[in-house]
């Protein structure tokens, strides 16, 4: 499965369009990230714990968009897009949005 | 590789897959996880299709000139070849991963030292909150000047809107009689008599004492109040109250920095928490303002029986409380009684002629 966020893959031109799809995953830090988060807010620096978080939804959302493609008989997922936001009553939580467009190569 | 372990394992590959022997091969789209290998490929009329092989049927085998070759008992002859060794290893772990125990598998291995760590993190956090705080609270406290106190003390009174009801004369004579017992402390004891129906008194921060008529009322005889003013002097002497709000500040504090704007359902029970943890406290002080304040009475070989005969008007006085004790701020009055028996036992008592003479002056001025 070839995921990218170009629009055409190079030497495999696109013989089927399946539709467009999208995955998304929403993680809460937990109350020690966030305390550590805050911190890290106080005293200054890359903030691991958080930037652990982002990866961990990204690599949740990818992952579901790659079985939601398979399924789709798709064997690559080209334009390939990726948001990130926070959600939650206080934006404590992080939502990361993958999208793209499921073909056959 | 720390972070793969946190979400389900996957791969994902391009193949030749062979449906039977001499058959042309088609291109195959595989999606491995730990359970199976799903595939996709395109029929010879255009239709695309797709197939699992559970991975605890497969065989494989790695071969150097056509890479991973895999082979599923459920569809004989049948084979996908994958180029490099990966998806070789990949299979291979993931069936060794099946044979460990449930403890020892990759995904839960890491998550029950997450698990231990976050037991760990959360036990910290409960020893800060239950003793570094309050510990570093009354630090703080114990550091607060007297005439810091005497204003926190005189802003409180203030507050409480009682000084009009203030009953001068007999403030004058409970005064008289505190000074009478001789009791050293840098605080300048004021003692103040409001007209109440509540049969209460209490310490406020600095050195005021406030003690309401319908209590005063209740007493008999003058080692009763002696005992009621050496318990609510030792609350001043000791700081109780200021170290009270600061041990609440230090909570608060703490729990705004943990929680930060973590929502209302966990602030309101940090809060809850915060209260029954306050109580336990305000009980352990009362308890020391009872026996300190006994030995005060000791010292001054006046009867001890005071603190009994005192606790005893104010049970038959007070409300039956339906609150069993741990919800009260004070403790139960017959463990009082219990306690105060046990300290006085087979101590020394004199008659004071000019407290008792002090008294009664109170006693007629009602």
Known sequence: MILTTTSTIEGRPVQEYLGIINAQSIIGANIFKDFLGGLRDVLGGRSKTYERVIEEAKEDALREMTEKAHRMGANAVIGVDLDFETVGGSGSMLMVIASGTAVRI | ?366
């Not at chain 2, 607060?144 to 004058?172: K, N, P």
């Not at chain 2, 000074?179 to 840098?186: F, K, L, R, S, V």
């Not at chain 2, 009684?337 to 109170?362: P, R, S």
């Open chain 2, 1 to 366: 590789m720390g972070l793969r372990l946190y979400v389900c394992i996957m791969k994902t590959w391009f193949a030749e897959y062979y449906r039977s022997h001499g058959a042309e091969p088609a291109e195959a789209s595989v999606l491995a996880s730990e359970h199976e290998l799903s595939f996709t490929w395109r029929t010879e009329d255009g239709m695309i299709k797709r197939e699992q092989w559970n991975i605890n049927d497969v065989t494989v085998k790695d071969s150097i000139n056509e890479g991973s070759v895999i082979k599923t008992a459920s569809v004989p002859h049948a084979r996908l070849v994958i180029k490099g060794k990966e998806a070789a290893l990949f299979i291979k772990d993931s069936k060794e991963e099946k044979l460990k125990p449930w403890h020892k598998q990759v995904k839960n291995k890491y998550a029950v030292r997450n698990a231990g760590i976050f037991l760990g993190v959360a036990g910290v956090l409960v020893i800060a909150y239950f003793l570094l705080v309050p510990w570093f609270s009354e630090k703080l406290a114990s550091r607060v000047s007297i005439h810091t106190e005497q204003q926190f003390g005189d802003a409180a009174y203030e507050g409480l809107g009682i000084a009009a009801q203030q009953d001068e004369r007999a403030s004058a004579i409970i005064n008289s009689f505190f000074d009478e017992m001789h009791i050293a402390t840098p605080y300048a004891i004021r003692i103040s008599v409001v007209k109440d129906n509540t049969v209460n008194a209490f310490a406020l921060p600095g050195g005021r004492i406030v003690v309401y008529t319908a209590l005063l009322d209740k007493l008999h005889s003058y080692p009763e109040l002696a005992a009621l003013l050496c318990h609510e002097f030792i609350h001043v002497n000791n700081r109780h109250s200021t170290k009270s709000i600061f041990r609440k500040l230090g909570s608060k504090v703490f729990i705004g920095l943990l929680l930060g704007n973590a929502g209302n359902v966990a602030s309101v029970l940090a809060d809850r928490a915060d209260d029954f943890k306050s109580l336990t406290y305000s009980r352990s002080l009362e308890k020391e303002a009872d026996l300190e304040g006994l030995q005060l009475l000791e010292d001054r070989k006046i009867d001890p029986a005071g603190f009994d005969l005192l606790f005893k008007e104010l049970k038959r006085s007070g409300p039956a409380s339906a609150m069993p004790e741990f919800l009260e701020s004070h403790p139960d009055i017959d463990k009082r009684i219990a306690y105060i028996h046990e300290e006085a036992k087979g101590k020394d008592v004199e008659e004071n002629e000019t407290l008792k003479a002090i008294f009664n002056q109170l006693k007629i001025n009602k």
